[in-house]
């Protein structure tokens, strides 16, 4: 069961068949309540309840709740505070992060309600069901929605959050499909890339040192650069553990590696997705001052596929 997606849009819509909400920058969790617990999955059907144990809470009605896993920083969403939940397997371990980095469910819509199936219902209909079920916590909150889509844009924008997103009210919900009738607009330049080799630090064999990343597209993937900014102290380990078994004689990449590039890299298996902040590409369609901002495990390589 995978969520509905947004289409990237052009123009923000207006009009009285659209609403609009912020766009969080966090991750994307369908949670399957009833009374005898609680089943949250990610974006591509991971299991992650044990990730998140101050969202069990939800356990009791019969709910099927769509919505955005955030880490706040100082008040504002920080995916570099929740990529250090993300990946966490263990309860004990999940349990202790809860004091330390702890999470927000933001949910912005209802999908079953009391064994009743919504999906069929416009958006309209399951806003106000949602609306109604008083959903607020610490641990989990309803986010408003906004009529005004131009103003919200250029509010989020000036906020610094990542953007929002416009839906149309009458809208259905599409399980796994990436619908015309919501539309994602983003400020950010953080992206989502694919991990096809990784360099060892300068004077270690040992401690990584970059990444080599790229961009999927119809003809394979294709070089976006190396990253080396953001994976210092324990983010490197993690990483390398990760990579090792993934190691392949060649290049993933279509496209050729510059020799600088290539020079003493370890390639790997294009399966891990990891976020990267930069300022835009080059003419060579390199990223420019790219930054290490976190591992998607919610997200694959046919994913971004998808999204481009």
């Known amino acids: 069961m995978r969520p509905m997606l947004a289409t990237r849009g052009v123009h923000v819509p207006t009009g009285e068949s659209w609403t609009h909400e912020v766009k969080w920058d966090g991750m994307r969790i369908l949670a399957d309540a009833s009374p005898r617990g609680v089943r949250l999955t990610s974006r591509n059907e991971n299991d992650v309840t044990v990730t998140f144990p101050e969202l069990h809470g939800l356990a009791g009605r019969d709910l099927l709740l769509d919505g955005e896993v955030v880490a706040f920083d100082e008040g504002r969403p920080s995916f570099g505070a929740l990529a250090d939940r993300m990946h966490v397997k263990s309860p004990t371990r999940a349990a202790k992060l809860v004091q330390r980095r702890p999470v927000t469910y933001l949910v912005f819509d209802l999908v079953r309600l009391d064994g009743r199936d919504l999906s069929r219902e416009p958006l309209s209909v399951r806003r106000e069901a949602l609306l109604g079920l008083g959903l607020a ?172």
Do not use: N
């Open 137 to 308: 916590d610490v641990h989990w909150q309803v986010p408003g929605t906004y009529d005004d889509g131009d103003m919200l844009f250029e509010a989020t924008r000036e906020q610094g959050l990542e953007g929002i997103v416009s839906k149309r009210l009458a809208s259905r919900y599409e399980f796994g499909q990436r619908s015309p009738h919501w539309l994602k607009f983003p400020h950010r330049r953080r992206a989502s890339y694919v991990v096809g080799g990784w360099r060892p630090e300068t004077d270690s064999a040992h401690r990584l040192g970059a990444l080599l990343v790229g961009e999927p597209t119809s003809q394979g993937l294709v070089y976006r650069g190396r990253v080396g900014s953001g994976i210092a102290g324990a983010k490197g380990p993690v990483l390398r553990e990760l990579l090792e078994p993934l190691a392949r004689a060649d290049s993933p990449f279509v496209d050729e590696v510059p020799r600088l590039d290539a020079l003493g890299t370890r390639w790997v298996e294009p399966v891990l997705v990891v976020d990267v902040e930069a300022l835009g590409l080059s003419s060579q369609q390199r990223l420019r001052q790219p930054s290490f901002r976190g591992l998607r495990a919610d997200l694959t390589p046919e994913d971004l596929a998808e999204d481009a």
